[in-house]
């Protein structure tokens, strides 16, 4: 059956890996506060696309309309946007760390609560969160980064108890290090990424979770000779 599927952080990296994996199957509309790399992905992909900050729960709220006018339904949302951040906590600026939690644990949550209604009504849906290891194990000087994820798991995790009565799955997904540009987009060009993930691979996991019929997963992903 072709789904409908939101995509956050779609216009480049995993976000950008599973929207093209996605696509030829289903209607997959990627958002990302970027409005020209967002529209040139969705036209190369042939995918649809709205312009959305995560953190902003208007920009949400409108995203999410937007979609519901033109398609009628929300399938699946793949919450993914997430930015990067290293450091003891005293070497992170105040506007750095409000900045991490309000994209990587406040925009899953808003963008949880836009579509519930919606799939609530439909007695159908499926959320993923694309979380990390860094959502499972603490790291030395990434006090700020995996407290965020840390808070995205308990997000997940609370999920799981509450929406599967309401026909909504939910699907934790832990992977480890990948090839993007989440690195070089906090500023950090020096990062080992010898054994980081393909993150194709990361997306046809993806592609088969939504495929699946189980309640919920969690999905531990790692590279056979990383962390």
């Not at 789904?3 to 952080?9: R, S």
């Not at 909504?168 to 010898?194: C, H, Q, S, W």
Request: aromatic share 6%; proline share 4%.
């Amino acid at each position: 059956m072709r789904k409908v599927i939101l995509i956050t952080g779609g216009s480049e990296g995993l976000g950008m890996a599973i929207a093209r994996e996605l696509s030829p199957k289903h209607k997959v509309v990627i958002l990302s506060y970027k409005k020209g790399d967002v529209m040139r992905v969705a036209k190369k992909l042939g995918c649809a696309y709205e312009v959305c900050d995560v953190s902003d729960s208007l920009q949400v709220e409108i995203a999410v309309r937007s979609v519901m006018k033109k398609y009628g339904r929300i399938d699946c949302l793949i919450n993914n946007a997430g930015i990067w951040i290293k450091g003891e906590l005293t070497q992170n600026k105040p506007e750095e760390i409000k900045r991490i939690f309000e994209v990587n644990a406040l925009g899953p949550a808003l963008m949880s609560r836009a579509v519930i209604p919606h799939m609530k009504r439909r007695k159908s849906g499926f959320i993923i969160n694309i979380v990390s290891q860094d959502g499972l194990h603490p790291k030395e000087k990434k006090s700020v980064y995996v407290a965020s994820k840390f808070a995205l798991a308990g997000l997940t995790k609370s999920l799981q108890l509450d929406l599967p009565r309401y026909g909504i799955r939910v699907t934790g997904i832990y992977p480890g290090r990948m090839k993007t540009n989440l690195f070089k987009n906090a500023g950090y060009r020096d990062e080992n990424m010898n054994h980081a993930l393909d993150p194709r691979e990361v997306a046809k996991t993806v592609a088969f979770i939504i495929e699946s019929s189980a309640a919920f997963l969690e999905i531990d992903i790692k590279h056979p000779n990383g962390r």
